[in-house]
C-alpha cells in the first residue's frame, strides 16, 4: 500500500508536533551536557519556525522533559545516564530554572507541557499516548533530543503504538555528527520519514 503524501500525513487536524527535551538543563544555558547542547543550539531556530508554523496551522504542540524530584522519587536507576544527570551541578528538579525550556521556545497558551520522572522515553509514564488519541492524532513530528537516546524511543514507541512518525533531520540533535548520520541511514530512516524543515513548512503552508 502506497503512503500517503507528506501533505496529507502531516494534516494539521491530525498531526501533534513534539519536542523532546529543549531544556536549559538539557540544551540550554545550564547544561551538563556540552556536546548536546551545541548541538541542539545549533537546531534550536529550525524548531522554533516549526513551532510558529505548527500554532498558526493549528497544529497540535507538546513539550516532552525530563524531570527528577531531588530525593529520586519515581526516578530509575538503572543506566549510566541517570547517575551523571543526577550528579548535574544544575539536576532537572521540579521548578527549577534547569528543568525550563529554553527561552528561545516560548510556550504558549495552546501548548501542552508533560513532563516525566521515569526513563528515557516520552511515551513512557506519561499521558502522552493519552492526550494524542483523545485529540485523533494520527502523525507525530518529532523535533529535539537526542538523536543518541530520546529521539529513537520517541520514533520506535510511536511505531510501536501505531502513529505515524515523521523527523525533520534539521530539527533533531545528538553527536558526533557521523553517528547522527548513522542513526538516520540506519534506524530512523526504516521507521519514519525523514524530511528537511523547509519540506515540512511548505506542506503546512499548502494545507
Known amino acids: 500500500m502506497a503512503l500517503p503524501s507528506l501533505a496529507d500525513r502531516v494534516d494539521p487536524k491530525t498531526t501533534a508536533l513534539v519536542t523532546q527535551e529543549m531544556q536549559r538543563g538539557v540544551v540550554g544555558d545550564l547544561s551538563a551536557l556540552p556536546d548536546l547542547a551545541a548541538a541542539g543550539q545549533k537546531v534550536l531556530p529550525n524548531i522554533v519556525r516549526l513551532l510558529q508554523a505548527a500554532r498558526a496551522n493549528g497544529v497540535m504542540v507538546i513539550h516532552c522533559t525530563a524531570e527528577r524530584r531531588p530525593d529520586g522519587l519515581g526516578a530509575n536507576h538503572n543506566a549510566r545516564i541517570f547517575q551523571y544527570m543526577a550528579k548535574s551541578p544544575n539536576p532537572l528538579h521540579p521548578g527549577t530554572p534547569a528543568a525550563q525550556i529554553v527561552p528561545e521556545i516560548e510556550v504558549a497558551p495552546t501548548d501542552l507541557v508533560l513532563p516525566r520522572l521515569h526513563g528515557l522515553s516520552p ?30 524511543n520517541l520514533a520506535l514507541d510511536a511505531v510501536n503504538s501505531a502513529y505515524q512518525v515523521v523527523i525533520p533531520r534539521d530539527a533533531v540533535a545528538g553527536f558526533p555528527d557521523d553517528y547522527v548520520e548513522a542513526v538516520f541511514a540506519h534506524t530512523l530512516d526504516a521507521v519514519s520519514t525523514l524530511v528537511a524543515t523547509e519540506d515540512l513548512l511548505s506542506a503546512w503552508k499548502s494545507a
Open 123 to 152: 511515551f513512557h509514564g506519561t499521558e502522552l499516548d493519552f492526550v494524542l488519541r483523545n485529540r485523533g492524532i494520527e502523525t507525530l513530528v518529532g523535533v529535539g533530543v537526542s538523536v543518541n537516546v530520546a529521539i529513537i
